[in-house]
């Protein structure tokens, strides 16, 4: 299993971002697969799941703000992320089970 993230970096409040996670080394189309973030001092946070048939899930504190997706042709995994505020700031990973990639650093500031 391989999953590198990117699409990180510096972002004023209200701004937008979305990340992107390549994957490899399994089957990706039937994989249910997820987002999570780890704010610093913090535990690793669950925060969207998108499931093989598509069917998608978010946490309270991204829902209505964040848009979780794929595309099966390309093995790729996406997190539209609008309306940042200080608080998502944190190291965002794509997740497969328990595996991650090395992520990707989100940071909301003005």
């Known amino acids: 299993v391989q999953l590198v993230e990117s699409g990180g970096g510096l972002v004023q409040p209200g701004g937008s971002l979305r990340l992107s996670c390549a994957t490899s080394?399994?089957?990706?189309?039937?994989?249910?697969m997820n987002w999570a973030r780890q704010a610093p001092g913090k535990v690793l946070q669950w925060i969207s799941t998108?499931?093989?048939?598509?069917?998608?899930l978010y946490s309270n504190s991204v829902k209505g703000r964040f848009t979780i997706s794929r595309d099966n042709a390309k093995n790729m995994l996406y997190l539209q992320m609008n309306s940042l505020t200080p608080e998502d700031t944190a190291v965002y990973y794509c997740?497969?089970?328990?595996?991650r990639g090395q992520g990707t650093q989100v940071t909301v500031s003005s």
């Open positions: 997740r497969k089970g328990g595996e």
């Open positions: 080394g399994f089957t990706f189309s039937t994989s249910n």
């Open positions: 998108i499931s093989s048939d598509g069917t998608t």
